[in-house]
């Protein structure tokens, strides 16, 4: 199933985003650049990562800190893991991410 929609991003006050089990790091990469840019104007951002296995939430989170790692704004950035679990009576594994500029 594909969904498509538009909002406008000023008028969310949390943007979120989802990262599907099946994709692969090119969309790790483009998340990256797209938090980036939205936390410029935004300053927090929730991410659900998930997968078919336990593992696979953690693996993209740490996927996808690495890649942000190396972006000169990393050092204003802080990272808070959110709630995570599984989807009863699924395959389904989660967990959230709360990425947010630092407090000054």
């Known amino acids: 199933m594909r969904l498509e929609y538009t909002f406008q991003l000023d008028t969310v006050p949390v943007p979120r985003f989802s990262v599907e089990a099946v994709e692969?790091?090119?969309k790790i990469f483009t998340l990256a650049t797209?938090?980036?840019n939205v936390i410029a104007s935004k300053g927090r951002v929730e991410i659900v990562f998930h997968?078919?296995?336990?593992d696979d939430p953690g693996r993209k989170i740490e996927a996808f800190r690495e890649i942000i790692g190396t972006a000169e704004a990393v050092s204003s950035l802080h990272f808070e893991p959110g709630r995570g679990g599984k989807i009863p009576h699924s395959s389904s594994y989660f967990q959230w991410l709360v990425?947010?500029?630092?407090?000054?």
Do not use: C, D
């Not at 997968?51 to 336990?54: A, M, T, V």
């Open 24 to 26: 692969g790091i090119g």
């Open 34 to 36: 797209l938090v980036l």
């Open 51 to 54: 997968g078919l296995n336990p």
């Open 99 to 104: 990425v947010e500029k630092a407090k000054a």
